[in-house]
């Protein structure tokens, strides 16, 4: 069974930082876009920061210089390094993945994680 697993969620002070980290596992076969996305109460979900694998990721506007997406291929994480948070980074915080699998290859399917809270408050 394949599913991705989120960690680093948390309480964190306006100002501070915080790491998450997101792992999928299971019957892999490889993994093409990784993002973040996130869902405030009362509001839409939206992409927070995204990345192909290679060289090439994408930011929301309200996190560009103060977020970094990053990837260990080699284990199939993505990470979210948070900086400078502001109370309206407060969210639930997805993980999304693009996961080629033993059961869908040669095809990718999008798998999601359970979420992580996250809350910037003092």
């Known amino acids: 069974q394949v599913q991705l697993v989120e960690s680093g969620g948390g309480l964190v002070q306006p100002g501070g930082s915080l790491r998450l980290s997101c792992a999928a596992s299971g019957s892999i076969l490889g993994v093409n876009r990784m993002g973040w996305y996130r869902q405030a109460p009362g509001k839409q979900r939206e992409l927070v920061a995204s990345?192909?694998?290679?060289?090439?990721?994408n930011y929301a506007d309200s996190v560009k210089g103060r977020f970094t997406i990053s990837r260990d291929n080699a284990k199939n994480t993505v990470y979210l390094q948070m900086n400078t948070l502001v109370p309206e980074d407060t969210a639930v915080y997805y993980c999304n993945a693009d996961l080629y699998t033993s059961t869908s290859w040669p095809h990718s399917y999008t798998n999601w994680g359970q979420g992580t809270q996250v809350t910037v408050s003092s």
């Open positions: 990345s192909t694998g290679g060289r090439d990721t």
